[in-house]
């Protein structure tokens, strides 16, 4: 273990990806989250790494090869667009599109999520925090969509199984937005236990209806606050996961639920962040070794992403 139990990975073609001018998710993101760990001394506390790339074999573990393919096409055909004199955007829905960019960005951010579980198997560190662009929890086995390419989160989490021996992870998902990417992926697979609350009914409308057995999902209509969260959360993510005994966990951390964030209506601050960490940490101090993944998706308030991961941040590191 080093001095730092915590890492925090990240890469630099993190920042290079961008889908347009005005896109909330943006490269300044990731700007804001780095000058409040910086200014306000967290990131001393952190082990910081440089994300690698995922391979594709390690991208297929949860992704259709002709989904990984038809990207790295996309990235070519967009070469050559950009070479005629044409737009250096190419979209693949009104909300997702790839610069020259993406392709490199989107392999280190899910190589961010497999080299965080590398250093925790081995005990490096406890836990790790991914500061990474583009987010994940939206892709789906054969699809991009809603700012996502890969499943970041659900590539680590097959990759932890597979590569690791694990025989169950549980994935905690507290974005605003419903992780259907990841339910795709994952549903029906009971090594994995995935526990989510949404905003609904809201973007991807879905969620309402598990797919599976190992997903319990909390659709919140808006306006909900951290105080009801906390409650529901406790009721009913506490006890699945106590059960089901994860020998390592994965977060996808959004934070447009801040009560701050455009993009969502519901209700928390960074205290209830802070506070819905230290139940995860609970949890894997108890039954997992203390070992947790988390991954950045949403949160477009950029002060609001600041602090709140500040928040998160403090509490996997015990400052
Ligand atoms: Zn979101």
Same mark, same amino acid.
């Given at each position: 273990?080093?001095?730092?139990?915590?890492?925090?990975?990240?890469?630099?073609?993190?920042?290079?990806?961008?889908?347009? =001018? +005005? $896109?909330?998710? #943006?490269?300044? &993101?990731?700007?804001?989250?780095?000058?409040?760990?910086? !200014?306000?001394?967290? /990131?001393?506390?952190?082990?910081?790494?440089?994300?690698?790339?995922?391979?594709?074999?390690?991208?297929?573990?949860?992704?259709?090869?002709?989904?990984?393919?038809?990207?790295?096409?996309?990235?070519?055909?967009?070469?050559?667009?950009?070479?005629?004199?044409?737009?250096?955007?190419?979209?693949?829905?009104?909300?997702?599109?790839?610069?020259?960019?993406?392709?490199?960005?989107?392999?280190?951010?899910?190589?961010?999520?497999?080299?965080?579980?590398?250093?925790?198997?081995?005990?490096?560190?406890?836990?790790?925090?991914?500061?990474?662009?583009? =987010? +994940? $929890?939206?892709? #789906?086995?054969? &699809?991009?969509?809603?700012?996502?390419?890969?499943?970041? !989160?659900?590539?680590? /989490?097959?990759?932890?199984?597979?590569?690791?021996?694990?025989?169950?992870?549980?994935?905690?998902?507290?974005?605003?937005?419903?992780?259907?990417?990841?339910?795709?992926?994952?549903?029906?697979?009971?090594?994995?236990?995935?526990?989510?609350?949404?905003?609904?009914?809201?973007?991807?409308?879905?969620?309402?209806?598990?797919?599976?057995?190992?997903?319990?999902?909390?659709?919140?209509?808006?306006?909900?606050?951290?105080?009801?969260?906390?409650?529901?959360?406790?009721?009913?993510?506490?006890?699945?996961?106590?059960?089901?005994?994860?020998?390592?966990?994965?977060?996808?951390?959004?934070?447009?639920?801040?009560?701050?964030?455009?993009?969502?209506?519901?209700?928390?601050?960074?205290?209830?962040?802070?506070?819905?960490?230290?139940?995860?940490?609970?949890?894997?101090?108890?039954?997992?070794?203390?070992?947790?993944?988390?991954?950045?998706?949403?949160?477009?308030?950029?002060?609001?992403?600041?602090?709140?991961?500040?928040?998160?941040?403090?509490?996997?590191?015990?400052?």
């Amino acid at each position: 273990m080093s001095a730092n139990k915590t890492g925090y990975f990240s890469h630099p073609s993190c920042r290079k990806h961008e889908m347009g =001018p +005005g $896109h909330p998710e #943006c490269p300044e &993101r990731l700007d804001a989250i780095d000058d409040r760990l910086l !200014v306000t001394g967290v /990131a001393d506390a952190l082990d910081r790494r440089e994300a690698p790339q995922a391979s594709l074999a390690d991208l297929e573990l949860a992704h259709d090869r002709m989904h990984v393919a038809a990207l790295r096409g996309l990235r070519e055909s967009l070469e050559e667009q950009i070479a005629a004199g044409g737009s250096p955007y190419a979209a693949i829905d009104p909300d997702t599109a790839i610069n020259p960019y993406t392709w490199d960005a989107a392999l280190h951010a899910a190589g961010a999520a497999l080299a965080a579980t590398d250093a925790v198997m081995a005990g490096e560190i406890e836990n790790a925090f991914c500061a990474v662009r583009p =987010p +994940g $929890h939206h892709a #789906c086995r054969g &699809r991009a969509m809603g700012f996502c390419f890969f499943n970041n !989160v659900a590539v680590a /989490a097959r990759y932890a199984l597979a590569r690791h021996g694990l025989k169950r992870v549980a994935i905690v998902d507290f974005d605003v937005h419903h992780g259907n990417g990841t339910e795709d992926i994952l549903a029906g697979d009971p090594r994995v236990l995935m526990v989510g609350f949404f905003q609904h009914p809201f973007y991807p409308y879905s969620g309402d209806a598990p797919a599976g057995d190992n997903m319990l999902n909390l659709p919140v209509p808006a306006y909900t606050r951290g105080m009801e969260i906390r409650e529901l959360i406790e009721t009913y993510w506490m006890p699945r996961l106590e059960a089901f005994r994860p020998e390592m966990l994965f977060i996808s951390a959004g934070f447009d639920a801040h009560r701050d964030d455009d993009l969502g209506q519901l209700g928390l601050t960074e205290q209830d962040y802070a506070w819905i960490t230290g139940r995860i940490k609970d949890v894997a101090r108890r039954h997992a070794r203390g070992r947790i993944v988390s991954s950045l998706e949403g949160g477009y308030n950029l002060d609001a992403l600041g602090r709140s991961v500040e928040a998160h941040v403090r509490v996997l590191a015990d400052l």
